[in-house]
């Protein structure tokens, strides 16, 4: 497919000539305005879903996707998420569109989550939190709104590594971005010292970047004391914490725990802005319900943050569907199908954390001489395995194993079945 | 520590969604929505069509849905289904592959992509859209990155018709390559669409000037009852050799508001370039919300891919397009009952949900405040906002408005 991407780019490239557009005076049959427009670059992850969709080897091993798999490496609709569907279809709600920020119980519900019932915060309601599309579009407004109404130093910095999309929206918004030291590749851990070096670098008033829980993609999460002392130097340095949260429950199969690094850092007193995703932690990927929050300050402040917003969303695309919003209010706001979703994740969670345990022990019990603690000490779905891109193209070409070149695995594409497979595949091209 | 949001401004409320609060909060007996949008049927409800009941339970059946992302560009069932509907399925364009979909999240996001792509990829900056027009579209395209905006021509208050020499005359001023946004059938908010004769006459003017065709189709079936007259404009243009893009909304003829359901359909003279433009809507996308809402487009596909089903939204599209119709009628009848004065033609001319009904801004505040009527300044009604049990009541407050506070001379239609 490379190829032929590369053969089109040529073409067009070729074709880019001024008469082509201008061209002759009956039907544009022959003329086009699209001459200009050039190939984009490919999409890596969805390289490695073809390439793993085009083998045809039985024993092939997908660790590229990100979404979780039960255990006979399948798609799992939570029991809790059909009751609520279940419930919801009964109602037979009509379709009439929603606010423009979303339904204020879903808002309210969302925040509640993320920050605590008993928040301070929720309490004086100078939270501005409105209804997105799932987190890449609580992101994308978070920072477009940044871009137009911030008024300090308009630079985001990013962990390193970081999701792919981060630096992708900023630039798409033009907005600059930067690094600060994240993953310690000699330790395949938290670069606490390097950090701390770094953020005390980032000029005052700019934007900092976290992961509050099983960060993508190395699945490396900060200890509580080490958030501590992030906390106090982002303070110190007068910055403005955006904290994605992608995966609250998914991580240590509690909602509370994961939600730990924000709730700290609003106790200190930052105003955070948060935005948060429904896709993994109640599998509702493609109903795009997520949220975004930012803490204003004073209900005042709340308000006229909101009014912006609003702008910006009705001219992105007016108002949020609705249909995976409602899912995850019913489950928020139904005291028996909350309970069932906490045991929902959990078990998402804990099928991760023994995967991860299984893994570890098989290359370690193939007398494997590095070390793979760091399989189990990190956290959520991804695991940076600190793989070299020769081996990761071994896994392919040899085994059959799909992953990133930057030795990256989801977790949740290795089962019971293949644990053994992928443990031994592992040590083979590490030895 | 104070808020770093001191700084952010109030943003101006949107009318339409403030009237609509106004209405919600009032608790008069007899008060009027004619504000949002919607289809509302003959008790003033929103109808959620058979078809889509039939299909969400069906869907709600079926344990082996699941709810994976869809591709960035969406469900191909329904994008191919979207623009085989717009252009027919039988268009040549199909068949010779120069042509596709991307699901959008309804009309706004159609137009927001497709404004995107326009200025970020093919270098458009310049933009025409009617004057009047649905009042998001300027900011869409100027968020999108266009810096000219500029209007044609369109709704002549004294006539109540469009200004079609000043439509022609503004066209054939635009500098080429300009973006024209363009009201596929029942244009809002006036309601009155060009005829058959004045969309040649269009689309000469804009071959001749090199205009790119910007299509908002939010009203297929909806405006006649009928898909393929809804979208004959489109389809001509396509017929004559334009590349263009449309941004088509199922929010009013599927009555999926909520769910967010559209198309932007792209049709190219060249069908090799498809991979180039796709390659660039799949980052436009991914740098928005990364892949679209499934729900909506599942329903949407599943009920145009079956013809029994199609069948049946079509009657449904037939009755909500007769009701408005019906509506439009009767208002009028009661006017002249009444001997209101001006004249009241063209609301039965005007097509789809909206009528310009040329009340001035006193008389239309004068409809708020006094009966609980709420209708935009402009004088914009949703024809749905009448039904049988108020039908009187609104004409008898129109009259009123009329006698009480006779529009300027400019205004005042011939009696």
Redesign the interface.
Known sequence: MAQALKKLTVQVLKNNNVENIIGSTAVRTNSTWWNNVQMGPPDVILGITEAFKRDTDPKKVNLGVGAYRDDEGKPFVLPSVRKAEEILHSRYLNHEYAPIGGEAAYTDAVAKLAFGADSPVLKEKSNCTVQTISGTGALRLGFEFISKHYAKNKEIWLPSPTWGNHPQICNTLDISHNKYRYYDPKTHGFDLQGAIEDIRKIPEGSIILLHACAHNPTGVDPRPNEWQQLSQVIKEKKLFPFFDMAYQGFATGNVDNDAFAVRLFVKEGHQVTLTQSFAKNMGLYGERAGALTFLCGDEESAAKVLSQVKIMVRTMYSNPPLFGSRIVQEILTNPELEKQWLVDVKQMADRIISMRTQLRAGIEGAGNKRSWQHVTDQIGMFCFTGLKPEEVDRLSKEFHIYLTKDGRISVAGISSKNVNYVAESIHKVTS | ???????????P??EV?QLNRLFTEDSHKNKVNFS?G?YRDENGK???LPV??KM??QL?ADDT??????PVLGLEQFTNASVAMLLGKDNPAIAAGRTFGVQV??G??GL?VGAELLNK???HTTFYYSSPTWE?HH??F??SGFTTPRTYRYWNAKTRAIDFDGLIEDLRNAPENAVILLHACAHNPTGIDPTQEQWEKIADVM?ER?L?PFFDSAYQGFASGDLDRDAWAVRYFVK????LVCAQSY?KNF??????VGNLAVV???A??A???K??L???V???????????ARVVANVLSNPQLFDQWREHIKLMSSRVIQMREALRAELIKLGTPGSWDHIVKQIGLFSYTGLTPRQVEYLVQEYHIYLLKSGRINICGLNPGNIQYVAKAFHDAVTKFPGDDDTRAKL
């Open positions: 520590m104070g808020s770093r949001f001191q700084v952010v401004q109030q943003g409320p949107i969604f949002v919607a929103p109808w959620v889509v009941r969400e339970k709600a849905l699941l709810h994976e992302y869809l999240l309804s706004t996001g927001r990829h093919l270098k998001n900011l869409v100027i968020n071959q090199k790119f004559r050799g334009f590349e929010a009555g999926l508001y909520s769910e967010r190219m003279s060249d090799s370039l991979a180039a433009v390659s660039q799949t980052w436009i991914r740098g928005m919300y990364s892949n679209p809402p499934a729900h909506g």
